[in-house]
């Protein structure tokens, strides 16, 4: 028989945070390890529960609600949505600009097929979140990466992005609050950015799934409510904010200069189409956590779960001799350096793959998020205290070894 090959249209397409080194980490479960998981931003596996409201809710609609929707979504929760961009200072929005999906990812990757022909180009943050690398690839696109500053805060460099930009250039991602780095932008900067996309008629993807999972008392600015000029996507959903990863509701909003884009509006909306709807209990789900107290403060505030433990992560990763990490202000992620002098790494899957076979570790390579560069990988915080401190000592324990290779 001949061999069934995959699609051409892969070749460029990667997913490394469920890549190669978690394969072998399941593996290595299989076998009897034990394997501290530092590797994905999945809430609820650490116990850190969805308000039990929308648990109520979900487990309510299950029968309810087992037909198709509208493609967009149910009337009610997407007037939510409006309701929440209301409230982010977000003008102009109605319930037709509202998609609903199965999590923010399915809408990400429709945004980006609408719109992209061969060789278009996207602006896209680098370190960044890889799905975006890998859908601009999927939908025929050309990702080309600008550069996000470790000695600025992990800032968006905006001189790079001007230099990258090219008749080809559709749109620009900004992902805020930051994965992997946790940064957290201010309005002057995202101000910047905007400008730059008016000048050059770029759509901004605003991928805001973390704009609740603040620390040190931070606001987050929706960038979508800091112009009316440019065409906005604004990406959101109960994944992050409401550790409800699996129930995968998330949405999409069209803001801004709607006019110029109604053939890309009838591409939506056609792809919307094609999908049928998102499941109907997930979003049913999106209208009750949208509305009353928000549990994630406490969760994020001083002394709360996800603040100690970011801490906890900073201060054991920054006693390690030749790690440096710029504190994270948002989301639940930091992208330590791993100085190259130090710590000669050449190929950082590799070491991926040797912390975990030496310590029972997983963390995700820098390189898995379009770093360039093997000097840094992504932790997550999310496992309680004692079994962070138990990895990072694993960590500084390898290094060490590493060290005096
Ligand atoms: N956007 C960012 C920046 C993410 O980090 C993630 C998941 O980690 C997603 C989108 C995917 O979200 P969802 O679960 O809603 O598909």
């Known amino acids: 028989m001949k061999p069934i090959a995959k ?4 070749a460029n397409v990667c997913y490394d945070i469920r890549g190669p080194v978690l394969d072998k980490a399941r593996q290595m479960e299989e076998d009897g390890h034990k394997i501290i998981k530092l590797n994905i931003g999945n809430l609820a596996v650490f116990g850190l529960e969805p308000p039990d409201e929308i648990v109520q809710d979900m ?3 299950l029968s309810g609600a087992a037909g198709y929707t509208d493609s967009k979504g149910l009337f009610a929760p997407r007037k939510s949505v409006v309701h929440y961009c209301q409230e982010k200072g977000i003008k102009g929005v109605t319930v037709d600009d509202v998609y609903l999906g199965n999590g923010a990812s399915e809408l990400i990757v429709m945004a980006l097929n609408a719109l992209l022909n061969e060789d278009d180009e996207v602006l896209l943050p680098a370190p960044d979140y890889p799905l975006y690398t890998a859908a601009v690839s999927l939908s025929g696109g050309r990702p080309v990466h600008y550069l996000c500053d470790e000695q600025s805060d992990w800032y968006p460099d905006i001189a790079d992005i001007r230099a990258k930009i090219t008749p080809k250039t559709k749109a620009i991602v900004v992902i805020n609050p ?15 950015i905007i400008q730059v996309a008016r000048e050059h008629q770029l759509i901004v993807m605003a991928d805001e799934i973390y704009d609740k999972t603040l620390y040190d008392s931070a606001v987050h600015t929706s960038m979508a409510s800091l112009a009316d000029d440019v065409l906005f996507l604004t990406f959101n959903g109960l994944s992050k904010n409401y550790r409800s990863c699996g129930y995968r509701a998330g949405w999409m909003v069209v803001s801004g200069e709607k006019r110029h884009a109604r053939d890309y509006i009838e591409g939506l909306n ?3 189409s094609m999908r049928l709807c998102a499941n109907t209990p997930g979003q049913l789900a999106i209208q009750t956590a949208l509305g009353g107290y928000q549990s994630i403060k406490d969760l994020v505030a001083p002394g709360g779960r996800l603040c100690k433990q970011r801490d906890l992560a900073y201060d054991l990763l920054t006693q390690i ?3 440096s990490v710029v504190k994270p202000k948002g989301a639940l992620y930091m992208f330590p350096r791993l100085d190259p002098k130090m710590y000669p790494i050449a190929d950082d899957q590799q070491f991926a793959y040797e912390l975990l076979a030496e310590e ?9 998020f379009n770093w360039a560069h093997p000097d840094h990988f992504r932790l997550v915080f999310l496992p309680n205290s004692d079994d962070l401190t138990d990895a990072v000592g694993r960590i500084a324990r390898f290094l060490d070894g590493y060290r005096k290779r």
């Open 178 to 192: 930051n994965n992997p780095t946790g940064a957290l932008y201010p309005e002057s900067l995202l101000k910047e």
């Open 7 to 10: 699609s051409s249209k892969l």
């Open 270 to 272: 056609m792809l919307a």
């Open 360 to 368: 029972k570790v997983l963390i995700v390579q820098g390189t898995g």
């Open 321 to 323: 001799p030749g790690v």
């Open 59 to 61: 487990i309510r609609n």
